[in-house]
């Protein structure tokens, strides 16, 4: 296991302490105090540093506002001439309202570039690794037992080849490797049997992501050129990510939701 992890491990094994979220929420009202202190009293190179970083946030953060911030602007409506008595001079003016100026598809490639979804299963139950490897022993020397078995459903790419029994570490069974899943499109109120590309995030942990392992809440990269989405820029919509909602390895299936 990697060394930065055991932390994560332990909280998974053990879970916090009572009074964590009050100790968070304490921690975060005094941090600004202690950021005011440290600003005032810092000078010299520090300080240059400091007022570089300071920037760099708020630019950040006046550009999230933005984003976020539904912008208006003015759209000719069907209506030329309002109901009811309309003086002269108003009489070839077009009606006018207020409608959003981003369309749905640039904010779709913003929140891409901000790797921000509004996911359909925001939380997930934790696995420990207990019920994610089973320990293989094998060979003369049995005590030193190194070897483990997934025993979860894996995605592993065509591409892939197994290591020399003797170097291998983990070991993925053929018969819960999957390539394809069943994907719902939530808009199109439809399902569709896709080829998996690659697992993008397994939340439990990175070394599941790195092994592909397909668990609920795992967020996977899915073949969707079949669908025929479109860009605006007339170009074909090859890859799409979607959030697994089933326990696979129950079900012998994966089903999913894409992130529209």
Request: glycine share 6%; proline share 5%.
């Amino acid at each position: 296991m990697p060394q930065n992890e055991y932390i994560e491990e332990a909280i998974k094994k053990h879970g916090r302490r009572f009074d964590h979220e009050t100790r968070e929420r304490k921690k975060a009202a005094r941090k600004f105090h202690k950021d005011s202190q440290y600003a005032q009293k810092v000078h010299g190179w520090k300080a240059k540093m400091l007022n570089q970083k300071r920037r760099k946030e708020k630019i950040e953060m006046k550009k999230t506002i933005k984003l976020h911030e539904a912008k208006q602007a003015d759209q000719k409506t069907d209506d030329v001439v309002p109901d009811g008595a309309v003086p002269a001079y108003l009489l070839d003016r077009e009606g006018q309202q207020r409608a959003k100026v981003l369309s749905n598809m640039v904010k779709q490639k913003r929140k891409e570039k901000a790797g921000k979804w509004a996911v359909p299963l925001p939380k997930v139950r934790g696995i420990a690794e207990d019920e994610m490897f089973k320990v293989i022993k094998t060979g003369k020397r049995q005590a030193k037992a190194w070897k483990r078995m997934v025993t979860k459903p894996t995605f592993v790419g065509d591409g892939f080849t197994r290591k020399p029994p003797k170097y291998e570490r983990f070991i993925r069974p053929m018969a819960l490797r999957y390539k394809k899943a069943n994907v719902t499109h939530p808009e199109l109120k439809a399902s569709f049997y896709l080829p998996i590309i690659g697992v993008k995030k397994n939340p439990q942990s990175p070394l599941y992501t790195q092994l592909g392992v397909l668990t609920k809440g795992t967020v996977i990269e899915v073949n969707v050129s079949e669908l025929g989405l479109v860009t605006t820029g007339g170009k074909v919509v090859w890859g799409k990510y979607a959030q697994i909602t089933n326990n696979p390895e129950n079900d012998g299936c994966i089903n999913a939701l894409l992130l529209v």
